[in-house]
């Protein structure tokens, strides 16, 4: 995906969000999308959601994905997530 195409789904999800409203999943309208891509539109909507003032008030790390429901999610999945996780 190309950095407007990342800025736009991040833009929709955040609509999306503040709407409540259901999109279709991305994996179905971009074939090619990445883990990447999806990290970067995870931080656009971040971004977006800071500029509403909204604020950060924790970050999970790999530490707290390994215990709990998280974990187990995790292993039956085979993905681990990197240190990108930030709570609002």
Request: net charge neutral; proline share 2%; with cysteine.
């Given at each position: 995906?190309?950095?407007?195409?990342?800025?736009?789904?991040?833009?929709?999800?955040?609509?999306?969000?503040?709407?409540?409203?259901?999109?279709?999943?991305?994996?179905?309208?971009?074939?090619?999308?990445?883990?990447?891509?999806?990290?970067?539109?995870?931080?656009?909507?971040?971004?977006?959601?800071?500029?509403?003032?909204?604020r950060i008030i924790g970050k999970k790390n790999r530490r707290d994905l390994q215990s709990g429901s998280?974990?187990?999610?995790?292993?039956?999945?085979?993905?681990?997530?990197?240190?990108?996780?930030?709570?609002?």
């Amino acid at each position: 995906m190309d950095k407007q195409q990342i800025q736009s789904c991040g833009d929709e999800l955040f609509e999306a969000m503040v709407q409540r409203k259901a999109l279709r999943p991305l994996t179905e309208r971009f074939s090619d999308i990445t883990l990447d891509d999806a990290y970067n539109i995870s931080l656009r909507m971040l971004e977006r959601r800071l500029d509403t003032g909204e604020r950060i008030i924790g970050k999970k790390n790999r530490r707290d994905l390994q215990s709990g429901s998280e974990h187990a999610q995790c292993a039956s999945t085979g993905l681990w997530l990197p240190d990108r996780c930030h709570g609002l």
